[in-house]
C-alpha cells in the first residue's frame, strides 16, 4: 500500500497528456506498435522519424530513431515492461535489448487507452521520471508541446486506418 506522503513523491516526479481521440483504440495501438505507422507520427515535425525496430511484448526491445531538420539524429532504445494488446503500453530507457541497463535511466512511459464509446478513445500518457530534476528537464525540453504534437499526429493518424 503506498502512503500519502510516497504518493505526493510521485506525483512530482510525473508529467501526464490525456486526449480524447476521435478513433477506436485499435487503431491508436496499431500506430504504436507497427513500425510503418509508428514512423508516420512519432516525432514532433518538422522531426522525423526515419527508423524503428519494435519487439512489442514485455521484455522485447526498441529502438527508435527521431532525425532533426539539421540532420541530428536521437536513438531511443527501451524495453517494454507490460502491453495489453488496444489498452495499455508501458515502456523504459532503462534498460536495452537483454535487460542491459542504461547508464542514464530517465523515464518510464505508461501509454492507456479507454474506450469511451462512439468510437473515441481516452488516451492518457503518463510519463514517470526517475527524479524530479529528470521531470523538470523534460518539461523544459518541451514535453507539453512536443508530445502534444505528437499526439495529434498520432489522433490524425489513427483517425484515417
Known amino acids: 500500500m503506498t502512503s500519502a506522503t510516497e504518493t505526493s513523491q510521485i506525483a512530482d516526479r510525473d508529467l501526464v497528456l490525456t486526449r480524447i481521440i476521435n478513433a477506436p483504440r485499435e487503431n491508436i495501438f496499431r500506430a504504436w506498435t507497427e513500425v ?36 541530428t539524429e536521437f536513438p531511443n532504445h527501451g524495453v517494454y515492461l507490460e502491453v495489453i494488446k488496444n489498452e495499455k503500453i508501458v515502456f523504459t530507457d532503462a534498460y536495452t535489448k537483454g535487460w542491459v541497463p542504461t547508464e542514464k535511466p530517465f523515464m518510464t512511459a505508461i501509454i492507456t487507452l479507454e ?47
Open 36 to 71: 510503418d505507422l509508428l514512423k508516420q507520427w512519432f516525432a514532433p515535425l518538422p522531426y522525423t522519424t526515419p527508423h524503428a525496430e519494435l519487439d512489442v511484448r514485455a521484455g522485447g526491445a526498441s529502438v527508435v530513431v527521431m532525425r532533426g531538420p539539421d540532420g
Open 115 to 161: 474506450d469511451i464509446g462512439g468510437g473515441k478513445t481516452r488516451y492518457t500518457a503518463l510519463v514517470r521520471h526517475w527524479t524530479v530534476a529528470d521531470r523538470e528537464a523534460h518539461e523544459k525540453m518541451g514535453f507539453q508541446e512536443g508530445w502534444g504534437i505528437c499526439t495529434d499526429q498520432l489522433a490524425a493518424l489513427a483517425a484515417k486506418l
